[in-house]
């Protein structure tokens, strides 16, 4: 089995500036080829530090994948330090400089020094091209370690990435033996509860099931090995059915399938129209919603009533309604779904109002409380929810809430 | 120099399955603390790898610092392997003991027994408590080594992380050396002109200045080292003012201000109220304004105007109108923040209206295309932007560029 140890280099991340998302995509598409990654390293823009680095990498596993330091600036320091620790010398990449003259204008005297930097290599490593900037990457090998040296841009990393893993396949095709993974993502069932569910797989090593839970999203990861890729994808499908069945209706959605995208596609089967109405959620929900693209054929408005002045004036919901039950309370969300779907003449009208915090609390009415309304045809069904967290946690699992009640109608 | 490592440990890490964000937590605390975190590993559940990533540690830094691996399960290897690997037995911390059993409902018999392993710590370690849940962290000191093993659950490694790191002040405060971080948030300037302005310390390492983009913000990092914390703070404002100066009001935020976070303490400085009509960024400005505590004060309506017919009904902008320059046009943007600032009484009305992409581009009118309004007094402020990347990259940089409008008109 191939096991590889994931580096990535920059001062940036390793003082706790940015946040490392290279490593977790990195280490996922190696999972899927059946690469047991064994250790993630970060390590600053040093390159005596990075060789000690690359020294103990060799020494534990069989592929390194680098990322970073492969710039213009001083501070990149990848290339000169693979070529100094398997020395091998660094060469120029001849298409790398062309694609690079290119860049800068075609003419040759019009390249940067220090530009021409990137387009170094050490001698013999395979040469990845850059299709989304200048900095090329490489693949070496020496003896039995592949070093695979990609930029640290998440862009330029992954298509070159997905570039190296397209030769690996090729080189490994005959060796049989595929390790899958997918992920089922469940929402309105606890984490214990799905556990408890799928206690035919506890224990097991393979296939092996994980829960993990997110934005109140519990999903489900499946591992599964097999001889050949066709089989180990209908072993998944096979577990992927058996869980199902369990779960029913709480599955929405396979691999990065969100809530909103499950939402979307129902739209879309059933070509219904959806409109909007948010108070606490102050718009995420819309926001999610137009992440998807082609959303604009079936979410036809929202509208963002914070002030119970623009709850009266955009959906009609009377004054005095507001002033005898509360902003937050289940008529006042159910009023907002009815405005909001008679207005836009929508086929589901979706109303949501709550105390998202920290201020705005009453002994009654906690921080967490949130009314969430959706209306279809002449039906409105209102759910209580009491949330506990952030502000913007409160948002985040208001509108979920909201999706997957949703979802769940047009079921 | 103390010098650092963070090891996390979890199987769901190493598969890529979650994004580590422990790590940055841990490794900005350090920094701040002037402790040179040299390197960061992940490993998965596996006794033997954390063992030997142990020794590696061991042997190049002074301090290690693990998260994860303290749970109750089998899976859970951070203390045995710590044991094993520094030779020191495990023994009961009895306060940890005393707070499960509270935690299970106050009597003996009630605590699982896979529970009470949380409660194990090697011999002589110090026991850091857990507020927030049942697994009991520790500090072991081992000659030049100090190992600190946390939980991997955020909110419970933070709180004990830093109750930690006043133990490691109250032992450091005579060593003396103070080193502090501050950043500066900019909108509207692009990385190389950043640089380019603060040339007075471009190449010094002490103070040390670094920019970083994200999401059309460029960020600057000053990192300032002096004898004690005050003369430290001092160094710090003394070089803010001085970017400040060259800069002006690109300048908009310090640490974790946002940019809707400046335009929320404009609206209240200069007590002005505020609605947006949004098309292609769905909701995203009133999702970012609504996420302040407190703005509910002076944001007064949001509308997601999507579909012609909703940028009819809701803002008045006539059909013909549309029709004759487009719905992504500099007269609808404008037409759009003049009506919805007409019709909520705000004072400032925002209109964005662009191509977020994939589809819906035409020659003449590219995906990325977008046209920003603000509306004040009788004034309209126009933008036209070309945006790349993906949907919601343009979704991002639009809506950060219409709060950065909106900040600078408010100036």
New interface residues.
Partial sequence: MITAEIITIG???????????N?????????EKGIQ????????DDKE?LK??LK?ARD?TNLIITTGGLGPTANDITREAVSEFFDIPLVQDKNAFVRIQKYFGGQHRNVPDAQTKQTLIPEGALALHNDNGTAAGFALNCGNTEIVCLPGVPREMQSMLNKYLEIYDSRNKSEGGCKL?R?LHTFGISEPDVDSQMKAYTGIEEPKI?T?VHDGIVTI?IRATAKTRESAIKLLDRIEQDIRKELGSAVFGVGDETLEYAVYTLLKKYNKTIA?A?SC???????K???I????EF?????????N??KV??LGVSGEFIQKYGAVSPQVARAMAEGIKK??SADIGVGITGI?????ATKEKPVGLVYIAVAVDNDVEVKECRFRGS??DI?TFSANTALNMVRLILL
Avoid at 23 to 31: F, R, S
């Fill in positions: 001062t940036e991340i390793i003082s706790g500036q940015i946040t490392d998302t490593t977790p995509y990195i280490a996922q598409k190696l999972t990654v064994l250790f993630q390293t970060s390590v600053g530090l000690s680095a103990i534990r993974t992920d994980m993990l990861n909007v948010e959620t102050g718009g995420l929900v819309s926001d919603l137009t992440n693209p082609g959303i604009s979410f036809l408005e929202g509208v963002v009533v914070y002030s002045k623009a004036d955009v207005r836009s998202a915090g920290p201020t705005g502000r913007i948002k």
